[in-house]
């Protein structure tokens, strides 16, 4: 029977690939999710975000709301994420960049 991988491991993995992959965003908080799905498909998804609207967005959304990556708004061209998908064991099996807000 394989190892349950912790929230912890994932979380570690997915920073560890962002600060090698995208160091833009290694400050951004990390958003850890578990997948439903057959065993060989991905397992968790882990998420970031940083907006670079600087408290000038155009939609509207304070910036302390865009800052902790809860902003509403699904894709915006201010936007800077990245959704990494893992397999049970934390390996990184594929990358989503882009502008979107993956909740």
């Known amino acids: 029977m394989p190892q349950r991988t912790s929230h912890e491991q994932i979380q570690s993995a997915a920073r560890g690939y962002i600060q090698a992959c995208a160091p833009e965003l290694r400050e951004a908080p990390i958003v850890v999710r578990m997948l439903d799905g057959p ?34 708004i699904a894709a915006c061209r201010l936007r800077c994420s990245m959704r990494l998908l893992l397999d049970r064991s934390g390996t990184v099996v594929q990358v989503l960049r882009g502008n979107t807000h993956w909740s």
Request: proline share 15%; aromatic share 2%.
């Open 39 to 72: 065993p060989d498909a991905p397992h968790f998804s882990a998420s970031v975000e940083q907006c670079g609207a600087s408290g000038d967005c155009p939609h509207g959304i304070a910036p302390e709301v865009a800052a902790c990556g809860k902003c509403p």
